[in-house]
């Protein structure tokens, strides 16, 4: 069962930075923050993924609280092709490595 | 690299009737997933494989869904028969192992019962 909270829909300006927050309250020591995107049509798209500490790679950049307990997705400069379902997802080794899909939140980059 | 491939895109059939669907991970994954995707919600896991074994099939209907993994690569999922709650995308994804590592989804099947 999915283990996250985040909101149903944001709206961004194009050029600007997109700040998607999650909340995992319940989080474990041993359990991964995924982020993950859905396009219209297609399959879900690998985004980031980090244990406690801050990550950045090409497409974005994961802030991870201190406490664990919430999280953020920053893509730094939107644009229209970012718009897609973002889904936060919580992942641990003792359900087997599942990935628990919520409900996610509807980005729409605006031009 | 190859994507997760997955035939076919789409299908349509009356309900009672029987379909499968075809995955083929990328190569050299250890894991593949079948999820199911109903409109407007986030996919919920059906079985996770690990090479030719189940990990998990507790979400999978097993009165009217079955799916096996030959030699631990290809995988097939099958209703039989379908019903019209059954619509949705089916979505393949593999991954190198079960500890931290990504998954890779296919772009989906989308099966419509009518």
């Known amino acids: 069962d999915a283990k996250t909270t985040q909101p149903t829909s944001m709206d961004c300006a194009e050029g600007r930075a997109a700040n998607l927050p999650c909340n995992h309250s319940?989080?474990?020591?041993?359990?991964?923050v995924y982020w993950y995107r859905q396009i219209h049509s297609q399959g879900p798209q690998y985004i980031i993924h980090?244990?406690?500490n801050n990550e950045t790679n090409e497409m974005a950049s994961l802030i991870i609280t201190e406490d664990r307990k919430s999280s953020t997705l920053i893509l730094p400069h939107a644009t229209l092709r970012d718009t897609a379902v973002y889904y936060c997802?919580?992942?641990?080794?003792?359900?087997?490595?599942?990935?628990?899909f919520g409900t996610g939140t509807s980005l729409t980059v605006i031009p | 690299e190859a994507g997760v491939a997955q035939s076919p895109r789409y299908k349509i059939i009356e309900k009672r009737q029987s379909v499968a669907f075809w995955c083929n991970p990328i190569?050299?994954?250890?894991?593949l997933y079948w999820y199911q995707q109903i409109l407007g919600q986030g996919p919920k896991l059906l079985i996770q494989?690990?090479?030719?074994?189940?990990?998990?099939d507790s979400q999978l209907p097993k009165d009217r869904f079955s799916a096996e993994r030959l030699k631990g690569v290809d995988s097939t999922l099958k209703i039989q028969p379908a019903k019209l709650e059954d619509s949705a995308v089916y979505l393949c994804?593999?991954?190198?192992?079960?500890?931290?590592?990504?998954?890779?989804f296919g772009q989906g099947t989308r099966l419509t019962v009518v």
């Open positions: 190569s050299g994954h250890a894991t």
């Open positions: 994804a593999s991954s190198p192992g079960q500890v931290e590592v990504k998954a890779f």
């Open positions: 997802i919580v992942r641990s080794r003792n359900t087997g490595n599942q990935f628990y």
């Open positions: 494989f690990q090479n030719n074994g189940v990990v998990d």
């Open positions: 319940t989080i474990s020591g041993n359990e991964y």
């Open positions: 980090g244990l406690k």
